[in-house]
């Protein structure tokens, strides 16, 4: 038997469940996955002597923020399964540096990525009923889904519903790039840098910019609050400018006009029509 040994510099880790709703009803399976998958990569990293890595985290950790825009000092509180996955794996690393400065780490807290890749090849594919905003939009837009419920209408923001601080997966992908950038940096230890646009934008006007990207109305329906979400999150931006020399690019309309791209060429996403498991 052949072994093949290939040497690797750095790790980008971010494979992970991610569905909030999923989290809450099943918790250990977030914690089995996330963290002790996690562990597991950083002792392999280590037998390797790989200790170059950067983590996909989440704006989650910021909870209800008391103020915004979120700077990467504030408090950090999570309200769920998922986002303790997050913060806990946040506090390994950090504890990991501590017991070995080998150790260099870039936490990205992503605000809320969107779009899709230019192409129209590459995008976002969810199983079953999407949890997050765009995806579902998405799917109303090409008919898989009838309308779309508001969580909530009565926050303290212009129209009422909750602002957050989307962002193209370009300009996250690009971040990526930046972060591997400064993990040749002598001097990095573990830092943390947010992954957004430094803009909110309200539920509504995202869907009236998926309207107008992709022509189609999108009927809505008013609900109530969804339990743990936050009235307004969107970043500080200034530290990744500073630090990674890195900027988001592309507005709200170019993330909805790639995503619709992607959404009109593929519909059923990776799968086919009437294929259950997608
Ligand atoms: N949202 C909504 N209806 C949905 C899904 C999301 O009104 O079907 C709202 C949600 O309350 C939040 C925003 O859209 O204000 C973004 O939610 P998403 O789940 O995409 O991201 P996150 O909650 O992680 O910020």
């Known amino acids: 038997m052949t072994l093949f040994t290939c040497r690797f510099d750095a790790v980008i880790h971010f494979a992970g469940l991610k569905a909030v709703g999923e989290s809450v009803r099943k918790p250990l399976l977030y914690f089995d996955n996330n963290l002790i998958g996690t562990i597991i990569l950083f002792q392999v990293m280590a037998a390797h002597g790989c200790k170059k890595l950067v ?3 989440s704006a989650t950790v910021y909870g209800w923020p008391k103020e915004v825009p979120c700077t990467e000092e504030f408090p950090l509180s999570v309200t769920n399964p998922y986002g303790r996955t997050k913060l806990i794996i946040e506090e390994i690393c950090r504890d990991l540096y501590c017991s070995d400065s080998d150790w260099k780490i870039i936490l990205l807290r992503y605000f809320n990525p969107v779009g899709a890749h230019p192409s129209g090849s590459i995008g976002e594919d969810p199983r079953g009923i999407p949890n997050n905003l765009m995806p579902f939009v998405q799917q109303v837009a090409v008919g898989r889904l009838t309308s779309l419920t508001i969580f909530g209408n009565d926050y303290k923001t212009s129209d009422g519903t909750g602002i957050r601080d989307y962002i193209h997966v370009l ?42 990207a992709s022509g189609k109305k999108i009927p809505l329906a008013m609900g109530g609050r969804r339990p743990g ?23 709200i309309d170019d993330m909805c006009r790639d995503q619709w791209n992607w959404a009109s060429k593929n519909p059923y996403g990776y799968g086919r029509s009437g294929d259950s498991s997608n």
């Open 55 to 57: 983590f996909s985290s």
């Open 229 to 251: 979400d936050a009235e307004i999150v969107y970043a500080s931006t200034k530290k990744a400018e500073r630090e990674l020399n890195w900027k988001a690019k592309h507005g």
């Open 171 to 212: 300009d996250l992908a690009e971040g990526h790039i930046a972060a591997l950038r400064k993990l040749d940096d002598a001097k990095i230890g573990c830092e943390v840098y947010n992954l957004g646009t430094g803009k909110g934008t309200s539920v509504l006007e995202m869907v009236k910019a998926f309207e107008q």
